[in-house]
C-alpha cells in the first residue's frame, strides 16, 4: 500500500476549519484515501474515505486532488473535542490499514 | 450504527495468568475482525485477522501460541492472552469490518482494552 505523509502536529482555533492535509504521491488507481481518528485513550474512530471524487458527511470533508497525489481533511468548526491524532491512509480495502504517526491536533479555546 | 464493544475496558492480572478479550459488533454482522495493539507514545500495531469459523491470520512477530483468538461467531471473536507477563501490558484494541454502501469496506473500531500485567 501507498506510503502516507503528515505533518506531526497542527492547532486550530475552536469554532474554525481544520485542514488537516496528507500526501501519498504513490498512490495506485485501485487505492481509497481514509482517515480516522484516536482521540485519547479511545479506539480509533472512522471518519471517511473517498476513491478520486470529494466526499462529505456529518463529520466532515475529504478534498483529493485531482492526480490524487495528496489530500485534505476538514473539520469546517472544530470543537475542543475534535483534539485527536489524525490518520490518513492508503489502501486498496479497508481490510489491510496500515496506522502511521497521524497528525495531532489540538483545538485551542 | 456500525458500533464494536470491548469487554473489559481494563484489566489487571498477575503475571502468569491468563486474561480474555471479548470484542462484539452490536448492531451488524462482521465476517472480518482485527486484533491490534498498542504501546504508549505509538501507533496502532495488527497483530492478527479472523475471519469467522477459520484460523486467525496472525503478523509478523505475534506469537499465535500465546494470543489465541477465537472468532465463533458472526458478532463475536476473543482475545486470550495466555501465560502474561508484564511486557505484554498494553492496550488492545479490535475492530470489526462491516461493506459500506456497497464499495470499499469500513473498519470500525472497539474503545480498546488495557491490560496491565503485575
Known amino acids: 500500500d501507498a506510503k502516507t505523509t503528515q505533518p506531526p502536529s497542527m492547532d486550530c482555533a475552536e469554532g474554525r476549519a481544520a485542514n488537516l492535509p496528507c500526501n501519498h504521491s504513490?498512490?495506485?488507481?485501485?487505492?481509497?484515501v481514509y482517515w480516522y481518528r484516536q482521540i485519547h485513550s479511545q479506539g480509533p474512530q472512522y471518519i471517511i474515505h473517498?476513491?478520486?471524487n470529494n466526499e462529505t458527511n456529518e463529520m466532515a470533508s475529504l478534498i483529493i486532488t485531482e492526480d490524487r497525489k495528496s489530500s485534505t481533511l476538514i473539520l469546517p468548526h472544530a470543537t475542543l473535542r475534535d483534539t485527536a491524532v489524525y490518520y490518513c491512509?492508503?489502501?486498496?480495502?479497508?481490510?489491510?490499514?496500515?496506522f502511521g504517526t497521524g497528525t495531532r491536533l489540538t483545538v485551542i479555546p | 450504527g456500525a458500533v464494536v464493544s470491548q469487554h473489559p475496558s481494563w484489566v489487571i492480572c498477575k503475571s502468569g495468568t491468563s486474561v480474555k478479550i471479548e470484542c462484539r459488533s452490536l448492531d451488524f454482522q462482521a465476517t472480518t475482525m482485527f486484533w491490534y495493539r498498542q504501546f504508549p507514545k505509538q501507533s496502532l500495531m495488527l497483530m492478527a485477522t479472523?475471519?469467522?469459523?477459520?484460523?486467525?491470520?496472525?503478523e509478523q512477530g505475534v506469537e499465535k501460541d500465546k494470543f489465541l483468538i477465537n472468532h465463533a461467531s458472526l458478532t463475536l471473536s476473543t482475545l486470550t492472552v495466555t501465560s502474561a507477563h508484564p511486557e505484554d501490558s498494553s492496550f488492545y484494541i479490535c475492530?470489526?469490518?462491516?461493506?459500506?454502501?456497497?464499495?470499499?469496506?469500513?473498519?470500525?473500531f472497539g474503545p480498546g482494552t488495557r491490560l496491565l500485567v503485575l
Open positions: 475492530s470489526a469490518s462491516s461493506p459500506a454502501g456497497g464499495w470499499g469496506e469500513t473498519q470500525y
Open positions: 504513490t498512490i495506485s488507481g485501485n487505492e481509497y
Open positions: 473517498g476513491l478520486k
Open positions: 479472523s475471519n469467522e469459523g477459520s484460523k486467525a491470520t496472525y
Open positions: 491512509i492508503v489502501t486498496s480495502g479497508a481490510n489491510n490499514l496500515f
